[in-house]
């Protein structure tokens, strides 16, 4: 595992609340050791790095995104000694483990914010302070569900505080080098005890500037080379993985020359991938893959379908979000913020060849894949509780009591596990979908397989084709000589696509499930037929000597 620096180019992501996944003392609530014994579970499906929700010591109001300690780990889900073994038994299995730092803001409960507030003291200037709530009006508001301004008025302090999400949360002062040093203190002690690296929570939000919008500013980035730099410097093989939800050419920059974050969120192409499923049209993909700039050699996007907030919709046209709203958020309740809070399998409802293409393009569009917990077994979502809690329900792993998740009585769990005939746990749960070879499950896994056996996936350059037809999607992946193309139906009805491969003539496709060949590359147009929502990948390769030569053939012949 040690001495691969590019490991997170070909790696596969799985994001976890510990919280939710599993209980190991019968609390109520997922904590380390009940995650130390799903680690096979994991392994089993194939994932390289876990990325863990905030772990630090939290009041939970936003769940461990308000850290009140940062040397401690959140009670409820056991001792340092725990997450230590926890992270040795992900090691021993081949998997890396990533959390997330907060690095913009600290819970209201943070001793450096509780000395902050006192007037005179000495962390007054570790938190951004001010007499008016004038400044920085040109910063959006991003929790407009519960905040209608940037700035609370603290009466200890006598002064407003600045905060860029919930008002429990204020930002700390980055301006001030002593915060500076403070959070790379933070990053050395949880990278000494062999964290693999962080998911950087925030991060366009560290400095503010009057007369921008806040985001982006040199200084962020100048903060973010400087922690790159700290890390390289101390540490091999470390991952930082940048949340910035922001337009392409405002995200690029996190990827500095190769010497800022190591991989990025590629926010822009994920409402993308839902809005081309909807319209039965490849255009939104296509158009955003290509206004996204190059990225650096050793530099990674991360895919996602989704994660733990909401859908969100902020890097979208007004028109787009109207119709997002429209087609995947008919009820008021699954709005959120700027978003709709549901789960991949609720948001398709439900519909198996829908999430079998999608997961597709996610495993196979640029970038490394980061899949969601749950969303392996097409779990559903609760739209009736609050902030983004209905997609943070416990993982169902059987039809027994508490879903396999927890000992505790049912009133005990930190939320309460779906119930539901479509989506609830005896419906839907990892026990029985293992037992069945035919399971969304199995065959997510066996996707994760193939991927994980062409690096070109990870690394591969990608080149979009233009099939007249378009709701037919259609690229290709290529490291040297290692070529696939993939094409994809966005519509619910079969497709005819006719594919320009006039560069690979006299190679065969090889449809790289069951190395089934198809009709070798001649001269003339690549004829091609699609089912409702399928997708091929094809390994373009050498046709053998004998035509007749094939996997498939010699499976057929017996001579395999
Ligand atoms: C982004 C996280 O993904 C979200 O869950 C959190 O509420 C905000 N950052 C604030 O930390
Ligand atoms: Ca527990």
Same mark, same amino acid.
Request: hydrophobic residues 40%.
């Given at each position: ?24 003392? *019968? ?31 939290? $009041? ?96 200890? *302090? ?29 990053? %050395? ?73 190591? &991989? ?5 192409? &994920?409402? %993308? ?71 991949? *399998? ?99 896994? %066996? ?19 233009? $099939? ?48 089934? $060949? ?43």
């Amino acid at each position: 595992m040690l001495n691969d620096p590019r490991w997170y180019k070909t790696a596969v992501f799985y994001e976890l609340y510990v919280r939710g996944f599993q209980d190991g003392n *019968a609390d109520g609530n997922g904590d380390f050791r009940g995650l130390t014994e799903r680690l096979d579970y994991l392994q089993w499906l194939g994932i390289d790095c876990i990325w863990l929700l905030p772990i630090f010591q939290s $009041p939970l109001r936003d769940d461990g995104y308000d850290v009140s300690d940062h040397f401690a780990i959140i009670p409820e889900y056991g001792t340092l000694a725990d997450f230590y073994e926890f992270l040795e038994a992900a090691h021993r299995r081949g998997m890396r483990v990533i959390a997330d730092l907060v690095m913009n803001h600290t819970s209201d409960q943070h001793p450096w914010f509780q000395e902050s507030r006192q007037p005179g003291s000495a962390k007054r200037d570790w938190y951004v302070w001010s007499d008016t709530d004038q400044t920085y009006q040109d910063a959006r508001v991003i929790f407009v569900d519960t905040e209608t301004s940037n700035w609370t008025w603290d009466p200890v *302090a006598q002064a407003f505080y600045w905060h860029r999400f919930f008002s429990h949360q204020p930002d700390l002062n980055y301006e001030n080098p002593e915060v500076q040093e403070a959070m790379l203190e933070v990053v %050395r002690f949880w990278l000494d005890m062999g964290l693999d690296g962080f998911r950087l929570d925030a991060v366009p939000y560290l400095f503010e500037q009057e007369g921008t919008n806040c985001e982006n500013l040199p200084e962020t980035h100048a903060f973010l080379k400087r922690l790159r730099k700290e890390v390289d410097s101390k540490y091999e093989d470390k991952l930082l993985l940048a949340e910035a939800n922001q337009w392409p050419p405002d995200v690029v920059p996190y990827f500095g020359d190769g010497d800022e974050c190591h &991989m990025a969120f590629n926010f822009p192409v &994920m409402p %993308r991938m839902f809005m081309a499923l909807r319209r039965e049209d490849r255009t939104p993909i296509v158009e955003i893959m290509n206004r996204t700039p190059k990225i650096p050699d050793a530099a990674q996007w991360g895919l996602f379908l989704r994660n733990h907030d909401e859908l969100t919709l902020e890097m979208v046209t007004d028109e787009e979000r109207d119709y997002m709203y429209a087609e995947y958020a008919k009820e008021p309740r699954m709005r959120r913020n700027i978003g709709i809070a549901r789960r991949l *399998a609720p948001l398709l409802d439900n519909g198996r060849r829908q999430i079998e293409l999608l997961s597709s393009l996610l495993l196979s569009l640029p970038g490394s894949p980061v899949l969601y917990y749950g969303d392996e077994i097409g779990m559903g979502d609760n739209i009736y509780l609050g902030d983004r809690n209905g997609v943070r329900t416990p993982m169902q792993w059987t039809g027994d009591r508490n879903a396999g998740f927890s000992k505790a009585d049912p009133a005990a769990l930190y939320l309460p596990f779906l119930m539901d005939p479509v989506y609830g746990y005896q419906a839907v749960n990892v026990e029985a979908q293992e037992r069945v070879a035919t399971s969304l499950l199995h065959w997510l896994r %066996r996707l994760v397989q193939v991927r994980k056996q062409h690096a070109v996936f990870g690394i591969g350059d990608y080149e979009p084709l233009y $099939p007249e037809n378009r709701r037919v999607m259609a690229f290709i992946r290529q490291l040297g000589d290692d070529v696939v193309l993939v094409v994809a139906n966005l519509s619910r009805f079969a497709q005819p696509a006719t594919l320009d491969l006039s560069r690979w003539i006299g190679l065969l496709p090889e449809e790289m499930f069951g190395r089934t $060949p198809f009709p070798i590359i001649d001269g003339t147009p690549y004829r091609i037929a699609i089912g409702p929502h399928g997708f091929y990948w094809f390994h373009l390769v050498e046709p053998p000597a004998d035509p007749d030569d094939t996997a498939t053939f010699r499976a057929i012949r017996g001579t395999a």
